[in-house]
């Protein structure tokens, strides 16, 4: 099982760059999930996906942010223009919903350093 | 779970004793509970979960206790070993339908002496 992969494993650009994060999920999970962690405000939903489809974006910190699901085993996150304090860990995350659910399962992150 | 603070709960423990971390919760309306256990540089790691129609859950050397009158959820490690050393949240569904959009508790740093 590979798990959820996540690349690049760390990132550091400059204000004002555009950042793009990736994840692949777990082969067979329909649900897939954004959360950003930040040692002031925890762990925190940003968005996710039920069969490629967006579900809940609300915690989308603004119009600067912007993630999609072509298909079933891609995900990006987008961050244009970047701001510092965007910096933070970004997890993605994927699980199996509807009848038989399965727990969430996280990558192991991308580092962002916005400069 | 809570909300978030910089300074986390820490609990420090010898090889071989039990642990256990506690954990509140706000909204009654959740019905899903979930342990996860974080390493430095690495994602949050599944450890176990418990739906709202139980209050008890065993796995191996883990045991989840679920409070729901007082609101409370606690994970009991057995014979802690020094790779159980780590960040452990609890999280809710925080009364959705999603077991996947969960609210998180700001963390206990357990530390396991030799």
């Known amino acids: 099982d590979a798990g959820v992969i996540q690349s690049p494993r760390h990132e550091v650009t400059e204000m004002g760059q555009e950042v793009t994060l990736r994840c692949k999920p777990i082969?067979?999970?329909?649900?897939l999930f954004w959360y950003r962690q930040t040692m002031m405000r925890g762990l925190e939903l940003l968005i996710y996906?039920?069969?490629?489809?967006?579900?809940?974006d609300s915690g989308m910190p603004e119009d600067r942010f912007s993630a999609k699901m072509p298909n079933a085993s891609f995900s990006t996150l987008k961050i244009q223009p970047s701001e510092p304090r965007d910096s933070a860990v970004y997890f993605c995350?994927?699980?199996?919903?509807?009848?038989?659910?399965?727990?969430?399962?996280f990558g192991n992150g991308t580092r962002l350093t916005v400069t | 779970g809570e909300s978030v603070g910089l300074h986390l709960p820490t609990l420090s423990v010898q090889e071989g004793d039990n642990s256990i971390i506690n954990c509140a919760y706000s909204?009654?309306?959740?019905?899903?509970f979930i342990w996860y256990k974080q390493e430095s540089g690495k994602g949050p790691q599944f450890i176990i979960d418990?739906?709202?129609?139980?209050d008890k859950r065993q796995g191996q050397r883990v045991t989840v206790l679920l409070n729901k009158t007082v609101k409370h959820l606690s994970l009991q490690i057995a014979a802690t070993q020094p790779g159980d050393s780590a960040v452990y949240f609890c999280?809710?569904?925080?009364?959705?339908?999603?077991?996947?959009?969960?609210?998180f508790g700001q963390g206990t740093i357990l530390t396991v002496h030799p």
């Open positions: 996906f039920n069969n490629n489809v967006p579900i809940d």
């Open positions: 995350a994927s699980s199996l919903a509807g009848g038989a659910r399965s727990p969430l399962h």
């Open positions: 082969s067979g999970h329909n649900s």
């Open positions: 999280a809710d569904n925080a009364g959705g339908t999603s077991y996947g959009k969960l609210t």
């Open positions: 909204n009654s309306a959740s019905d899903y």
């Open positions: 418990i739906r709202s129609n139980m």
